[in-house]
């Protein structure tokens, strides 16, 4: 069975997590794809909460999720990710709450790039109602 571009590109994130160490199973991934379809998605950040919320990174591994994150769907390097940093130990604020990341300029509303196959697929994707 062949995934959609879109479908495609999100399952490969979750694998890239697998890779990397980040202990998430099959089921993950297809509750995320899920999650990200439920919210439309109408944002980055929405596809980010739906891995957040799906993929479920370890607290102290949040900052490499974030950077994985970024270099997968923002093209942005990634710092080497041993879980350490350069210079010396930082204490952790506690904030209480997520850190929203800046969104990059240069942003393209979803579907705005979708092919001709990409939007008929995405039909498939629709739940249907049953009367």
């Not at 959609?4 to 991934?29: I, K, W, Y």
């Not at 950040?45 to 370890?58: V, Y």
């Amino acid at each position: 069975m062949t995934l959609p571009v879109a479908a495609a590109h999100l399952a490969g994130f979750a694998r890239l997590l697998r890779s990397t160490g980040f202990g998430n199973v099959p089921e993950q991934t297809v509750t995320f794809l899920d999650a990200v379809r439920l919210l439309g998605p109408r944002s980055m950040t929405d596809i980010r909460e739906a891995a957040l919320a799906t993929l479920a990174p370890q607290p102290d591994r949040h900052r490499e999720f974030e950077a994985l994150f970024r270099a997968w769907f923002w093209g942005d390097a990634v710092a080497a990710a041993d879980g350490k940093d350069d210079e010396e130990t930082q204490v952790k604020e506690d904030g209480g709450g997520r850190e929203e990341l800046p969104v990059p300029e240069e942003s393209f509303p979803a579907g705005e790039m979708a092919s001709s196959t990409e939007t008929l697929a995405a039909g498939s994707f629709r739940t249907k109602t049953l009367t």
